[in-house]
């Protein structure tokens, strides 16, 4: 069974702080990654998507992926407050019919 | 760009009615579309993946009778759920990737309460 894990967190910075947030997955053959935000009692919103290894960067938002050790992370610089949700990691199922397969999320907390 | 839409947003029903959610995606075509299903403080659990023109794919353990999915269309897809009970109420979402992607963009979700 395909598996993402995730640490349940929470994860807590200060504001001001780089956070960082780590994902693993059990396919090998996996071919694509997102992170996505969800703010507590609404749906997810995507952040970032990343299909080769090393590194992609979208203002404050950076994900690294390293297919090897089959981890992706994201980092968010400058963390803010408003930054504080628990944060999905999705990875493609690789199967044709576009599944993704979630982790449980890691809830980061930005104090002010 | 990319934009999906849910109605109703919130939704409140007697037990054993039927209440019908619609999911639309505003500026893209979608063969496919999926639904979700979240629990309080529990992650996303996927229910079924929603095809155009053709049955869904239900998850295990899911009941097909009971969620009917409809994807007539390359913008719209319905979920039904079918005599409602309590343990029914959660927060039903549903994503949409555009033809030919892989990328799930979700809509902002319909919270049920079945009393």
């Known amino acids: 069974q395909k598996e993402v894990e995730q640490n349940s967190g929470p994860l807590s910075v200060p504001e001001g702080a780089i956070a960082s947030l780590n994902c693993t997955y059990s396919d090998r053959v996996s071919q694509s990654f997102f992170w996505y935000r969800q703010y507590s009692g609404k749906s997810p919103e995507l952040i970032m998507s990343i299909y080769s290894n090393g590194d992609k960067e979208d203002g404050r938002f950076t994900a690294q992926l390293n297919k090897a050790s089959q981890y992706v992370s994201l980092l968010i610089r400058d963390s803010q407050p408003s930054d504080s949700a628990t944060y999905l990691c999705a990875v493609g199922e690789n199967t044709g019919f576009q599944k993704l397969v979630f982790g449980t999320g890691t809830r980061l907390l930005v104090s002010p | 760009g990319a934009v999906v839409s849910q109605h109703p947003s919130r939704v409140i029903c007697k037990s054993g009615t039927s209440v019908k959610i619609e999911c639309r995606s505003l500026?893209?075509?979608?063969?496919?579309m999926f639904w979700y299903r979240q629990f309080p403080k529990q992650s996303l659990m996927l229910m079924a993946t929603s095809n155009e023109g053709s049955k869904a794919t239900y998850e295990q353990g899911v009941e097909k009778d009971k969620f009917l999915i409809n994807h007539a269309s390359l913008t719209l897809s319905t979920l039904t759920v079918t005599s409602a009970h309590p343990e029914d109420s959660s927060f039903y979402i549903c994503?949409?990737?555009?033809?030919?992607?892989?990328?799930?963009?979700f809509g902002p979700g319909t919270r049920l309460l079945v009393l």
């Open positions: 994503s949409a990737s555009p033809t030919g992607g892989e990328t799930q963009y």
């Open positions: 500026d893209f075509q979608a063969t496919t």
